[in-house]
């Protein structure tokens, strides 16, 4: 049974991961425009693996026998000035999302909730790794500046991104 602290909490991360999948959504949509076709499949991916988020929150509510309550949905930008700009929003926004998720861990300690916080470990590694990602594309576009021909190859290597099960998948071939 899920305490009602511990389901508001998490019923407010389902939303969170829902606003940061609509926000690389825009991203995405934005790159489109651009031409920049490698960064809208990164920020497609990306999308794709916030909803993934989201309905880990909306199983492990419901497998508590808790109740999923959805709220409405923030609007994200939809300009950004460069990639570079584009790429430190999601850098910040990854490490305002790792300051939630440490709330919740901190939350799920507080009400002795051990089912909670061992299902958020699963994030607290996770969000070491999107922060991870986020940066090392921030410092490659930092490093190319304006030149147009690295920027492009930056976006051929971005157009290479798998979603994660397929990027599984094909390692375990290998
Ligand atoms: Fe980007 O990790 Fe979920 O929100």
Do not use: C
Not at 57 to 73: A, E, M, P, S, T
Not at 74 to 100: C, M, N, R
Not at 109 to 135: G, M, P, R, Y
């Amino acid at each position: 049974m899920l305490n009602a602290k511990i389901q508001d909490a998490f019923n407010q991360q389902i939303n969170a991961e829902m606003f940061s999948e609509y926000l690389y959504l825009s991203m995405a949509a934005h790159f489109e425009s651009e031409s920049l076709k490698g960064m809208a499949n990164w920020m497609k991916i990306q999308a794709g693996e916030e909803h993934m988020h989201a309905m880990k929150f909306y199983g492990f509510i419901l497998d508590r026998g808790g109740k999923v309550v959805l709220k409405q949905i923030d609007a994200p930008k939809t300009a950004w000035k460069s990639p570079l700009d584009a790429f430190q929003d999601v850098y910040q926004h990854e490490v305002k999302i790792t300051g939630l998720v440490n709330g919740l861990a901190n939350l799920a300690i507080e009400e002795k909730d051990h089912a909670a916080h061992q299902f958020l470990e699963w994030f607290v590694n996770e969000q070491v790794e999107e922060e991870a990602a986020a940066q090392l594309v921030v410092d490659q576009l930092k490093l190319v500046g304006d030149n147009g021909v690295a920027i492009y190859m930056i976006d051929q290597e971005l157009g290479q991104r798998q979603p994660a099960a397929a990027a599984g998948a094909a390692a375990a071939a290998t």
